[in-house]
């Protein structure tokens, strides 16, 4: 049973470019989250995803940050215009359906620069 | 709030000594604590949690305990090895099944 697939592994990007990160869950699983570390940080909960449903982004900047998690394919965290504070470590997790909070399950994660 | 309070940021043992890391929340709501340990550049790893029907866990050298009234709980590590040198983050999590982290602590095991 494969883990949790993030891609890219890195990604530079200029500033004002757009980045586009990757994550597909484990088999079996239909919750993906969604953070980002900075360097020598924690991790900071973005948004929180089922299939086709935004259930919590209480944690996305309001402005040029998008997920999504549609029927078919991998969750997309979509930034837009990037400026060099979203240099970051962004990390994918998932977990299965369950009726109570449980392990989340990471990805390798996405390094973002910004140049 | 939701966040998680984590001390302390940087700790250094000597091998075959024991590490304790503990973190506060406030969130009456929390049922659910984790422990993971992150290596440099890799994912964090779940290496044990508790629930809020119980008050210690144990797993080896690792053992977690948890004061739901005082809302506090505790990663205690026994004997340990440079192997176990890395960061360690608690969270929290609740009935949004999201968890929330603390800042991390910073674990040097001297040989």
């Known amino acids: 049973n494969a883990g949790v697939m993030q891609n890219p592994r890195h990604l530079v990007r200029r500033r004002g470019q757009e980045a586009r990160l990757r994550c597909s869950p484990m088999k079996g699983h239909s919750h993906v989250y969604w953070y980002r570390q900075l360097p020598e940080e924690g991790l900071k909960f973005m948004v929180y995803?089922?299939?086709?449903?935004?259930?919590?982004e209480s944690g996305m900047p309001k402005e040029r940050f998008s997920a999504e998690f549609p029927k078919e394919g991998p969750s997309i965290l979509r930034i837009q215009q990037v400026v060099r504070g979203d240099s970051a470590a962004y990390f994918c997790?998932?977990?299965?359906?369950?009726?109570?909070?449980?392990?989340?399950?990471f990805g390798e994660g996405s390094r973002l620069t910004v140049l | 709030g939701e966040n998680v309070e984590q001390h302390p940021s940087t700790l250094s043992v000597q091998e075959g000594d024991s590490a304790v890391i503990k973190c506060t929340y406030s969130?009456?709501?929390?049922?659910?604590f984790p422990w993971y340990k992150q290596e440099l550049g890799k994912r964090p790893q779940l290496i044990i949690d508790?629930?809020?029907?119980?008050g210690e866990k144990k797993d080896q050298r690792i053992a977690v305990t948890l004061n739901k009234t005082a809302k506090h709980f505790s990663l205690h590590i026994t004997e340990t090895q440079p192997e176990d040198s890395a960061v360690y983050f608690c969270a929290r999590g609740d009935s949004s099944y999201k968890l929330i982290f603390g800042s991390g602590t910073r674990l040097l095991v001297r040989p």
């Open positions: 997790a998932s977990s299965p359906p369950s009726g109570a909070p449980g392990e989340l399950f």
């Open positions: 995803l089922q299939k086709e449903n935004i259930i919590d």
């Open positions: 969130d009456s709501a929390s049922n659910y």
């Open positions: 508790i629930r809020s029907n119980v």
